[in-house]
């Protein structure tokens, strides 16, 4: 029998639960118990916004202000990475890597990829119709588009609870 090759897997993880079904959905078809994957969980902490005066004397904020929302960026971070890695507790001989950067998440993931020279990156998707993806943009569709590796999206599936 070959011996299974060491894999890095980065997955993509953010507030909604569409990443969660993507870090689960992992798990469950992708990740062996036995083999030796690696699993870099990244959470991307968006930029913080630059709020000034429109005359140009300052800012809009307080430092105490600015201080206290760079603090709920902080915890969001913290409780999202806790939440993934008690996903991934029931998966024991996984090696599980936690990740927490600032940016545009376009930028942090495919940075880290990168850098990490990663074998797989798994994301979830929003489902965006084609009008809110104009606007907002992809995060996927730019990873997928920008990645030398392959870039797995997976899409949870709709509710029929009639919402």
Known sequence: MAEEKERKILVAVDEGEESFYALSWCLTNIVNQNSKDTLVLLYARPPRPVYSTLDGSGYLFSSDI????EKYSHEVAECVIEKAQRLCKDFNDIKVESKA?????????????ERLN??????????????????????????????????????????????
């Open 101 to 113: 950067e600032h940016g545009d998440p376009r930028d942090v993931i495919c940075q880290a990829a």
């Open 66 to 69: 600015l201080a206290t929302i």
């Open 118 to 163: 990663v074998d797989l990156v798994v994301m979830g998707s929003h489902g965006y119709g084609l009008i809110k993806r104009a606007f907002l943009g992809s995060v996927s569709n730019h990873c997928a588009q920008n990645l030398k590796c392959p870039v797995l999206i997976v899409k949870k599936p709709k509710s029929n609870g009639g919402n």
